[in-house]
């Protein structure tokens, strides 16, 4: 072992793979139940788009958290590895016929609906099957969050939700389709956020907005506050989990929840992201004029979001214990954007050393492409090895 990491298992295995830290998964799980449990009428499910990998998915369904999906994919994934239909809420702004009956068919929670025409859709399709959907109206609050540009969710400009000018109306004509049953409103303003007063200012546009609907007699029973609590990348050994505390003690501060009210949160990334890393190897140390090159066999086919959002990731050399030296780390793809990283210090490194790239249990996996027909990258959890 160096560090976490099983080495030895590790060079058995062909790389590039993701590996998965159940243990931390386990104790994030542990956290988030704790800090929820607190709070009365905390409901957590698990967003599924951040890792669907099979195991993972499992063993967050064990901790008893519901799932969150957006696709009808998502929704058979969550159901393969034990969720129930009961706990699988159904956003995004695209569904198809064949998803929506797949929702109708399983029966799910809630459909979190993005437009009045969907709504419409929904009801026409229920009414075939005479089955009554539960939706909550997912609203475009119009609060920024302090994250990436491509991971805002809640602006007015943004392709999500239900703008609040139109609420109301939306909500009438909900409450007049016969096979509609309207339960809630649904809120998500971005993903990677840290800093806990774009959560108290999402809080504070829910309160105007219950005062406003509880004039005119609305009976909301379910508030979704969607997801996007951020993690530490730069720091992931000595702050492996997340703030849950802060985060659920946000909430529980600032949303004025009516008596019975039911918050649903939709956490992805805070869950899964600390506990998955990318290995790959070292396939050559290249010398350019003014820079020195570790190419790896892991590409942007396997981790894309360097390549798409400039993310970081901490890079580790888990096979060297020599002094440091400075790379720029690329991949094999036939893409100038195929780097995971430039300018980084890792231990001198030779062919053949496996190198870790951290913090990509989210959006790492679940990601992957073929594109230069490469394969797709295989996940192992520690019990694998």
Request: charge should be neutral; proline fraction near 3%; include cysteine.
């Given at each position: ?76 994934a969550s159901l393969n590895a034990g969720f129930s239909a009961s706990k699988i809420v159904y956003a995004g702004v695209g569904k198809s016929d064949w998803e929506i009956n797949l929702g109708l068919d399983k029966d799910i929670f809630c459909f979190n609906v993005e437009s009045k025409a969907e ?175 570790a190419i790896v066999d892991a590409g942007m086919t396997d981790l894309i979001r360097p390549a798409l959002y400039q993310a970081y990731h901490k890079i580790e050399n888990i096979s060297s214990d020599e002094p440091e030296e400075t790379y720029d780390v690329v991949g094999p793809i036939c893409e ?50």
């Open positions: 072992m160096k560090g976490k990491f099983p080495i030895d298992k590790f060079q058995q295995i062909e790389t590039p793979f993701y590996y998965y830290d159940t243990e931390l998964l386990r104790k994030t799980l542990q956290t988030v139940n704790q800090e929820a449990g607190k709070h009365e009428n905390f409901i957590v499910h698990y967003a599924i788009k951040a890792n669907a990998n099979a195991k993972v998915l499992n063993i967050i369904c064990q901790a008893g958290l519901g799932a969150d999906c957006v696709s009808g994919g998502e929704i058979q709504l419409e859709v929904i009801n026409e399709l229920a009414e075939k099957k005479g089955k009554i959907a539960r939706v909550c109206l997912r609203i475009n609050p119009d609060v920024g969050a302090h994250t990436h540009a491509n991971i805002t969710t809640g602006l007015a400009e943004n392709k999500f939700g239900i703008a609040l000018s139109d609420m109301e109306m939306v909500i009438n004509e909900a409450l007049n389709l016969k096979n509609i049953k309207f339960i809630g409103l649904h809120f998500h303003i971005g993903s990677q956020i840290l800093d806990m007063s774009d959560f108290a200012a999402l809080c504070n546009r829910i309160n105007d907005i219950q005062d406003k609907l509880e004039k005119h007699h609305y009976n909301i029973e379910h508030i979704n506050v969607g997801g996007g609590l951020g993690i530490d990348y730069v720091h992931p050994n000595r702050m492996p989990l997340p703030d849950f505390k802060a985060y659920f003690d946000t909430y529980a501060h600032h949303l004025r929840l009516r008596p019975n009210q039911k918050l649903h949160f939709e956490l992805g990334r805070a869950i899964v992201a600390q506990c998955g890393t990318l290995i790959t190897k070292t396939l050559y140390i290249k010398q350019g004029t003014h820079k020195q090159f100038s954007s195929d780097v995971f990283a430039k300018a980084i210090d890792l231990n001198k490194s030779h062919r053949g050393d496996l190198i870790a790239i951290r913090s990509a249990g989210a959006y790492g996996e679940i990601m992957a492409s073929q594109y230069n027909c490469r394969k797709l990258p295989k996940g192992y959890i520690t019990e694998d090895l």
